[in-house]
């Protein structure tokens, strides 16, 4: 009896809100969740650039690039929907609000799923086994990503976390298992992602609150809202996925898919320091500065959004001098292919574009704040575009170098635009780089938080 009264008490902790929690707090918990998450990822990638052959590495890279635009594609970015409009309202409103953009995505996509296997089955006859999983992974990824935002817009970081956790731990978990046994391949991999998303959602059911789901209410919010907020949002977000993972695809083109393998070693480089730094800083601020927002405190929204970017772009510009310091050998030794050696330069390239993906943030927040996704879409899909198109030339000319520095240009271009643009709608998207009292408090506060020293 003692055993099941504290699984129900570690159950109502799990679904309790912890909005009072500080951003510092918040912060150290999610930093730590990301890099147990990282060290999982590490794991699985470790055993599949060791293990597959540049060729099928490079499919394997092509693959996840495909499920991240498709997921963003198949739900209509209505995951950013939850995020900006779920902020200060009431938990019957959120769930409610959850539930029928869920429904609606999944009975959508599950239709084309079905529809699409026919379809394939038809005009091949025949169905190799990867594309009824890539199927099921699209599915349930759909599903991971509008529970993950559920939690976000509802300020549950924590519950996030757990999500991103659990997911990673089975990934690598699996991955490890079949390592020794000689059985990592392409198949098994997605095998592998699909177990772990399933019991992601599994863990994210269990911190949602089962009465508020069982409520059979309909929610009033409109799909007209939502498509004016997500659907000008999606264009932005499609092209601002394409400026960063689009490039492997003319990259498989020009020079073949082996050419992949180290470009994609060095952008999860990259990405890696980015989990650690400017996503974990954002996934936090984010929902505050929404919630200022939303609640009318123009100077709360214009502190977070200064403080997330001078703290992200000094996070992950220390993380890139660690890069630029190491030697070429180490890459080499790490990866166990000895044509990896340019990942170290390729990894300097795209970490300093990102850097400046980074410094758009102020621009790229306030104006989604003010719902001005609009110009968000026009001026991410010229930067996509302007990548495509310097791609085209560069990459036959330079190789792998010409797709790296194309999207240096291209992130340069929308970064300036943006802030431009915000500017001219006299809407204030950094204070100042001389005014460093909050972020001062904020260190001393994660310190505390994460135990470094005592608080008093």
Same mark, same amino acid.
């Given at each position: 009896?003692?055993? /099941? ?7 109502r902790w799990l679904r ?14 999610? /930093? ?6 990282? #060290?999982?990822?590490?794991?699985? +990638? ?75 089955? !038809? ?10 999983? =890539? ?21 549950r970081v924590y519950a ?94 020009f020079l073949g898919v082996?050419? #992949? ?18 996503? !974990? ?61 340019? #990942? ?10 990102? =850097? ?29 575009? /302007? ?20 999207? +240096? ?48």
């Amino acid at each position: 009896m003692s055993g /099941l009264r504290g699984m129900s008490g570690i159950a109502r902790w799990l679904r309790a809100p912890r909005g009072s929690s500080t951003v510092a707090a918040q912060v150290a918990t999610t /930093l730590a969740a990301r890099i147990v998450t990282i #060290v999982g990822r590490t794991s699985v +990638f470790l055993c599949a650039v060791r293990t597959l052959q540049p060729v099928e590495y490079g499919y394997y890279s092509l693959i996840g690039a495909t499920i991240s635009i498709a997921s963003l594609v198949a739900t209509g970015n209505t995951a950013s929907y939850l995020i900006r409009a779920l902020p200060a309202t009431s938990p019957s409103a959120q769930y409610g609000t959850f539930k029928k953009l869920l429904f609606l995505v999944l009975r959508a996509n599950f239709t084309l799923a079905v529809l699409g296997i026919g379809v394939y089955a !038809v005009l091949c006859r025949r169905m190799p086994l990867i594309i009824c999983l =890539l199927a099921v992974l699209l599915l349930l990824e759909l599903a991971s990503t509008l529970a993950e935002s559920f939690f976000l817009g509802c300020n549950r970081v924590y519950a996030m976390n757990v999500c991103v956790l659990v997911r990673t731990i089975l990934f690598a978990a699996i991955t490890a298992l079949l390592w020794p046994l000689s059985l990592v391949n392409l198949n098994s991999l997605i095998m592998a992602w699909i177990a772990s998303d399933f019991g992601a959602l599994v863990a994210a059911y269990c911190m949602m609150d089962g009465q508020q789901l069982r409520n059979r209410s309909s929610s009033d919010v409109r799909m007209a809202s939502v498509a004016k907020y997500s659907l000008p949002l999606l264009a932005a977000s499609l092209a601002l996925m394409l400026m960063k993972s689009g490039d492997r695809y003319l990259v498989a083109y020009f020079l073949g898919v082996a050419a #992949v393998a180290p470009y994609d070693i060095a952008y999860k480089v990259v990405n890696t320091i980015y989990s650690l730094t400017a996503l !974990v800083v954002s996934t936090v601020l984010v929902p505050r500065v929404m919630y200022g927002e939303n609640m009318g405190d123009d100077r709360a929204r214009d502190r977070s959004i200064a403080s997330g970017t001078k703290l992200a772009m000094c996070a992950f510009g220390a993380c890139l001098a660690a890069i630029i310091a190491s030697p070429s050998w180490v890459w080499v030794k790490v990866t166990g292919h000895p044509g990896y050696h340019d #990942v170290r330069g390729l990894a300097i390239v795209l970490g300093i574009s990102t =850097l400046v993906g980074v410094a758009a943030n102020p621009a790229q927040w306030v104006l989604m704040a003010k719902k001005r996704t609009g110009a968000l879409a026009v001026i991410d899909t010229c930067g996509a575009g /302007l990548i495509g198109i310097l791609d085209c030339v560069a990459i036959p000319l330079v190789g792998l170098y010409g797709a790296a520095m194309s999207t +240096f240009i291209g992130l340069a271009s929308t970064c300036v635009a943006k802030h431009a643009y915000a500017r001219s709608k006299l809407l204030p998207t950094l204070r100042t780089f001389t005014d460093w009292s909050d972020e001062k408090r904020f260190v001393c506060g994660l310190a505390q938080a994460i135990g470094m020293f005592p608080r008093g």
